[in-house]
């Protein structure tokens, strides 16, 4: 493994998001979100600069990057305060599937507009019934002449309003075993059948949350993606950039937090100094950085592991990567909060919704148990509950 951390590239990279990202800043995506809006000028710009699909071929108006670069984006964005969680889902898993499984054709129609922010998508897989245990997702995939129908329910999926379409993880029967396996299919948003529901969400963020119905939903066989065999490799290709994107999430708004707890000791005079320099206000500061700093790393690794075609290895620091960057959020946003006082709660300093925010990375898209439990078994070879 290479001993440099980040080469020049990726510290420009993180430089140049980071300048647009401060000059969009955490007021501009909470108007977002008061106006029930999206944030399509930051969305738009990053995608002009080439932010959005940095990880995608460069044949297809990629950047020929990978995840570790688009890691860098969405935390630099999170840093400044305005996050854009729609790049979780659209160029990091989906992007990242239909890259490495897709058919040319499913190639051509939608990479380009993934790089380029034109066209977007969401991804379907967790259900009313299964929660983390992909193993009992129930919407199922039956041939029918050379079309699929797809029925079932899915819950807790991002931005279905906005994406042109959804990538839905199914289930269909293996012909050779008769076992149901793990296939994704892209569902174009207004096709006959796919129905969605809004979540009311106690969280107040920019992308809704939509409970989908899928009511025989005809597809064509080009709507599957990747060979229809290959169920859990395909699925994983996807999640593990899931879970380095949301650890990259959790960094940035982690640091987010700080920042504002720091700026904030070192001008604040209760007694003759700033309150950052008393102890007791400024250890908890440094140990939630070092938090940071130290997920940041795993993040890294989980990040090159991946790029490096090392699945096995990805998915254990992935899994490391987005538990370590959950903590380490909850933590920092919870000692910034603290650090400012009643301040902290009001709306000028923004910190007070983040409380909730940041417990999100600690459930989605995997609990911090399942975590473990993979950990428990995978790394630890100790022997399953269930």
């Known amino acids: 493994m290479s001993t440099v951390l980040e080469t020049d590239e990726h510290k420009d990279l993180r430089a140049a998001v980071s300048a647009l990202g401060r000059r969009y800043g955490r007021a501009y995506l909470a108007k977002v979100v008061a106006d029930g809006g999206h944030p399509d000028e930051l969305w738009s710009e990053a995608a002009k600069l080439g932010y959005l699909g940095v990880n995608l071929p460069e044949e297809y108006g990629g950047g020929g990057g990978g995840i570790a670069e688009l890691s860098i984006v969405l935390e630099e964005l999170g840093a400044a305060g305005c ?6 889902v659209s ?20 990479l380009p507009g993934l790089a ?67 296939c994704l299919f892209i569902v174009p948003r207004d096709t006959e059948g796919f129905g969605r529901r809004v979540i009311d969400m106690e969280l107040h963020s920019a992308e809704k949350q939509f409970e989908l119905t899928l009511d025989d939903v005809r597809l064509p066989a080009e709507a599957l993606v990747g060979d ?10 996807g999640l593990n950039p899931e879970r380095i994107m949301t650890a990259a999430f959790a960094i940035g708004m982690g640091r987010y937090a700080l920042s504002t707890a720091i700026a904030y000791a070192r001008e604040r005079t209760v007694w003759k100094e700033p309150i950052g320099a008393h102890q007791a206000v400024a250890h908890p500061l440094a140990q939630a950085h070092i938090d940071l700093e130290l997920a940041r790393l795993m993040m890294q690794k989980a990040a090159l592991l991946y790029d490096a075609g090392d699945d096995v290895g990805a998915g254990e620091a992935a899994n490391m990567a987005k538990y370590a960057a959950a903590e380490a959020c909850v933590k920092a946003v919870d000692q910034s909060v603290h650090t400012l006082g009643g301040n ?24 911090r148990e399942m975590i473990l439990n993979y950990v428990s078994h995978q790394t630890l070879g100790l022997p399953k509950s269930y």
Do not use: Y
């Open 344 to 367: 902290g709660l009001t709306g000028e300093f923004g910190l007070a919704s983040l409380i909730t925010a940041s417990r999100v990375a600690r459930i989605a898209p995997v609990s």
């Open 228 to 237: 229809e065999d290959a169920g859990l490799l395909q699925l994983f290709a």
């Open 116 to 182: 380029d922010g034109s066209r977007t998508m969401a991804f379907g897989i967790t259900e009313p019934d299964a929660g983390s245990n992909s193993h009992r997702i129930t919407t199922t995939a039956r041939r029918d002449g050379s079309d699929w129908l797809l029925t079932g329910r899915k819950v807790f999926i991002s931005g279905v309003d906005i994406a042109d379409a959804t990538l839905i993880v199914g289930r269909a029967e293996d012909a050779r075993t008769g076992r149901l396996k793990p």
């Open 91 to 110: 160029p990091a898993i989906c992007g990242t599937v239909i890259a490495r499984f897709g058919t040319p054709e499913q190639k051509r129609t939608w």
């Open 83 to 88: 996050p854009l969680l729609m790049m979780v």
